[in-house]
């Protein structure tokens, strides 16, 4: 079975940096991309970043420019920095890794910006 396993969330500053990691387990046959998504109260899930098997990435609108998403060469870490921090980043961010049938989801790291 594939697990998926985020951390590096926790309480920063307006204006500060976190990185958060995301580490999968087991096999995915057929990788297609892992992506970064979070979820603010109040609001669904949405899209922050994805890079796919050309190393591509792509932001949603409001952390473009200040977030970056990038892969380990094996395919099996997935990272999000996260520079110049603002209070409504704050949110549970959830890492997926997709493959040809379905995506795989980790249980979530807390985000919170405040001061």
């Known amino acids: 079975q594939v697990q998926v396993v985020e951390s590096g969330g926790g309480l920063v500053q307006p204006g500060g940096s976190l990185k958060l990691t995301c580490v999968v387990s087991?096999?995915?046959?057929?990788?297609?991309?892992m992506d970064w998504w979070r979820e603010i109260p109040g609001h669904q899930r949405e899209s922050v970043a994805v890079?796919?098997?050309?190393?591509?990435?792509h932001y949603e609108t409001s952390v473009e420019g200040r977030f970056t998403i990038s892969r380990e060469k094996e395919s099996n870490i997935l990272y999000l920095q996260m520079d110049t921090l603002k209070v409504e980043d704050t949110a549970v961010y959830y890492c997926?890794?997709?493959?040809?049938?379905?995506?795989?989801w980790g249980q979530g790291t807390q985000v919170t910006v405040s001061s």
């Open positions: 087991g096999t995915v046959s057929n990788f297609v991309a």
């Open positions: 997926r890794v997709v493959d040809d049938q379905r995506g795989y």
């Open positions: 890079i796919g098997g050309g190393g591509r990435p």
